[in-house]
């Protein structure tokens, strides 16, 4: 084998441009977040400090919350790398929350960010689509606007990169990357919100939305618009990912730490509980994988900084342009892979379909998944245990909710700058930094979301495989005797309501007996 020569390797011009840098990072608890800090870590070792903005939430302090997330399987890989104590010095906590005046900084640590970083990556947000409206705006808007404050009295700042999402002008079904006029003016929103009360705003939610679906999609758009405004101030661009899937290759394939998108449908229909979904089959929507989303917050930044591209302002990393799955393709996969991959403790027999009718929906919605729930529950409660099944199917039919919305509509997004940015890329940070899918496999992919789903999300251990082999086996009976048992049950009911009916089965019966009987007699002969 020819050996390769130190000198042959391309240098990694990413790492270079991040060395000596100090990054302040928002919402660096959250999935992207988590996964941006670890590849900053793993693979950025020169940058000299991450400083995380993190708020105390459920009675844990930001450095317990920093250490449950470096507890994350994640995290294994960096850990086993360069060690928990060499990571931890390269990360300052910083006690903030985006939600309060001023971050909820102290007059210190603002003074220390703002003479000390030079690059901000702002992730912070809530995701919830059906989040309250002033919620929404005080976190996703007007903590921008205090992020964008905040930016501007930094002394070495190189860039402000605000991640934003792909689907938040959803009046556009081609998005450009370019942006676009905002749905109402984001300084009055955030006037009106914060001093309205919580019932007053939750009232006027539906005419302030107007036409918009959702308050997430709103507030990101508002928060557009904001950092559009600063960009003549700051040094400033805007990320468009779209909806952020588990990891495809690294540090870990298949983590995730939620159940958002396609994961979430797959458990649905896996357990047995997704029975019918109205949505258009053969529509498609765009998924990123969390790393390569990361990989593209990453290179966009260093095109910035170390090329001095500053006409490319808004960078849509997206995948539909070269990848297509529809929803149909989507379950189908599905099914083939939890059969080989099963969950534990399926309630029924994964299957149903996807509708075109909502007539026909909420039809097989009733008879497959409420009428079903009552009858668990009923049979819980009798045996002593506590009632789950309604409950979660009211969480699934809210879910339908925002869902239905998405899958029964088309969007398309021009990717273009992604383009430019990988011809810059030398073959070192090309597979390093890889924002392509040339080497792809989604039935792969598929199942390293659902081994690692059972994992980290439903803590099934893989030793439990073979148990669920056999439940799965079992519930497979289970579904086809009530199948028949429903058939036949059917077939009574019209019997003993109808004589003419009743006679037409007799015909048919002694029709099908004669049938036979001449068959095996010709047989016979």
């Given at each position: 084998?020819?050996?390769?020569?130190?000198?042959?390797?391309?240098?990694?011009?990413?790492?270079e441009?991040?060395?000596?840098?100090?990054i302040?990072?928002?919402?660096?608890?959250?999935?992207?977040?988590?996964?941006?800090?670890?590849?900053?870590?793993?693979?950025?070792p020169?940058?000299?400090?991450?400083?995380?903005?993190?708020r105390?939430?459920?009675?844990?302090?930001?450095?317990?919350?920093?250490e449950?997330?470096?507890?994350?399987?994640?995290f294994?890989?960096?850990?086993?790398?360069?060690?928990?104590?060499?990571i931890?010095?390269?990360?300052?906590?910083?006690?903030?929350?985006?939600?309060?005046?001023?971050?909820?900084?102290?007059?210190e640590?603002?003074k220390?960010?703002?003479?000390?970083?030079?690059?901000?990556?702002?992730?912070?947000?809530?995701?919830?689509?059906?989040?309250l409206?002033?919620?929404?705006?005080?976190?996703?808007?007007?903590?921008?606007?205090?992020?964008?404050?905040?930016?501007?009295?930094?002394?070495?700042?190189?860039?402000?990169?605000?991640?934003?999402?792909?689907?938040?002008?959803?009046?556009?079904?081609v998005?450009?990357?370019?942006?676009?006029?905002?749905?109402?003016?984001?300084?009055?929103?955030?006037?009106?919100?914060?001093?309205?009360?919580?019932?007053?705003?939750?009232?006027?939610?539906d005419?302030i939305?107007?036409?918009?679906?959702?308050?997430y999609?709103?507030?990101?758009?508002l928060?557009?618009?904001?950092v559009?405004?600063?960009?003549?101030?700051?040094p400033?661009?805007?990320?468009?990912?779209?909806?952020?899937?588990?990891?495809?290759?690294?540090?870990?394939?298949?983590?995730?730490d939620n159940?958002?998108?396609?994961?979430g449908?797959?458990i649905?229909?896996?357990k047995?509980?997704?029975?019918?979904?109205?949505c258009?089959?053969?529509?498609?929507?765009?998924?990123?994988?969390?790393?390569i989303a990361?990989?593209?917050?990453?290179?966009?930044a260093?095109?910035?900084?170390?090329?001095?591209?500053?006409?490319?302002?808004?960078?849509?990393?997206?995948?539909?342009?070269?990848?297509?799955?529809?929803w149909?393709?989507i379950?189908?996969?599905?099914?083939?892979?939890?059969?080989?991959?099963?969950l534990?403790?399926?309630?029924?027999?994964?299957?149903?379909?996807m509708?075109?009718?909502?007539?026909?929906?909420?039809?097989?919605?009733?008879?497959?998944?409420?009428?079903?729930?009552?009858?668990?529950?009923?049979?819980?409660?009798?045996?002593?245990?506590?009632?789950?099944?309604?409950?979660?199917?009211?969480r699934?039919r809210?879910?339908?909710?925002?869902?239905?919305?998405?899958?029964?509509?088309?969007?398309?997004?021009?990717?273009?700058?992604?383009?430019?940015?990988?011809?810059?890329?030398?073959?070192?940070?090309?597979?390093?930094?890889?924002?392509?899918?040339?080497?792809?496999?989604?039935?792969?992919?598929?199942e390293?979301?659902?081994?690692?789903?059972?994992?980290?999300?439903?803590n099934?251990?893989?030793?439990?495989?073979?148990?669920?082999?056999?439940?799965?086996?079992?519930?497979y009976?289970?579904?086809?005797?009530?199948?028949?048992?429903?058939?036949?049950?059917?077939?009574?009911?019209f019997?003993?309501?109808?004589?003419s009916?009743?006679?037409?089965?007799?015909?048919?019966?002694?029709?099908?007996?004669?049938?036979?009987?001449?068959?095996?007699?010709?047989?016979?002969?």
């Amino acid at each position: 084998m020819e050996q390769i020569k130190v000198d042959d390797v391309e240098p990694d011009r990413v790492a270079e441009t991040f060395a000596g840098r100090r990054i302040l990072i928002t919402g660096g608890t959250g999935f992207l977040g988590k996964t941006l800090i670890e590849k900053i870590l793993r693979c950025l070792p020169e940058t000299a400090q991450i400083y995380m903005l993190i708020r105390t939430k459920k009675n844990k302090t930001p450095k317990h919350r920093v250490e449950e997330i470096f507890n994350s399987a994640i995290f294994d890989k960096v850990k086993s790398q360069r060690g928990l104590p060499a990571i931890m010095k390269t990360v300052t906590i910083v006690s903030g929350d985006v939600t309060l005046p001023g971050l909820g900084l102290s007059p210190e640590d603002r003074k220390m960010l703002c003479e000390n970083v030079e690059i901000v990556f702002h992730a912070a947000a809530t995701v919830r689509f059906d989040e309250l409206l002033k919620k929404a705006v005080l976190l996703n808007t007007r903590g921008t606007k205090l992020m964008i404050e905040l930016a501007k009295e930094m002394k070495h700042l190189l860039l402000f990169v605000y991640i934003s999402t792909a689907y938040c002008h959803l009046e556009e079904k081609v998005l450009k990357e370019k942006t676009y006029p905002p749905p109402a003016d984001p300084h009055e929103i955030i006037k009106y919100v914060e001093w309205m009360d919580d019932n007053v705003v939750e009232s006027m939610t539906d005419k302030i939305l107007g036409d918009i679906p959702n308050t997430y999609a709103f507030t990101k758009a508002l928060s557009e618009s904001l950092v559009e405004e600063a960009m003549p101030y700051i040094p400033a661009i805007i990320l468009r990912p779209s909806v952020v899937i588990p990891v495809w290759k690294e540090p870990l394939p298949g983590w995730t730490d939620n159940i958002n998108g396609p994961v979430g449908l797959l458990i649905g229909a896996g357990k047995g509980v997704i029975r019918t979904m109205y949505c258009n089959e053969n529509g498609y929507a765009d998924y990123v994988p969390v790393d390569i989303a990361v990989n593209g917050i990453l290179i966009t930044a260093w095109n910035y900084i170390y090329f001095k591209d500053h006409e490319k302002r808004v960078y849509h990393l997206t995948s539909s342009s070269e990848f297509k799955v529809s929803w149909a393709e989507i379950i189908e996969r599905g099914r083939r892979i939890t059969k080989r991959v099963p969950l534990n403790g399926v309630v029924w027999y994964p299957g149903g379909s996807m509708k075109k009718s909502r007539i026909a929906h909420n039809i097989c919605f009733l008879l497959f998944h409420m009428i079903p729930a009552y009858l668990i529950d009923m049979l819980l409660f009798l045996a002593g245990y506590k009632p789950i099944m309604c409950r979660v199917q009211r969480r699934i039919r809210k879910g339908f909710e925002v869902f239905e919305y998405y899958a029964n509509n088309q969007w398309d997004f021009d990717n273009t700058y992604v383009y430019v940015l990988r011809n810059k890329m030398n073959k070192t940070e090309y597979k390093k930094y890889q924002v392509h899918g040339e080497d792809l496999d989604i039935d792969a992919y598929f199942e390293d979301c659902i081994r690692a789903a059972r994992i980290y999300i439903l803590n099934e251990l893989p030793e439990t495989l073979p148990a669920a082999r056999r439940h799965l086996r079992i519930m497979y009976w289970v579904d086809v005797f009530a199948k028949i048992f429903f058939f036949l049950f059917v077939i009574y009911v019209f019997a003993s309501w109808s004589e003419s009916f009743k006679a037409l089965l007799v015909f048919c019966a002694s029709t099908f007996i004669q049938t036979v009987g001449k068959s095996i007699s010709f047989n016979c002969d």
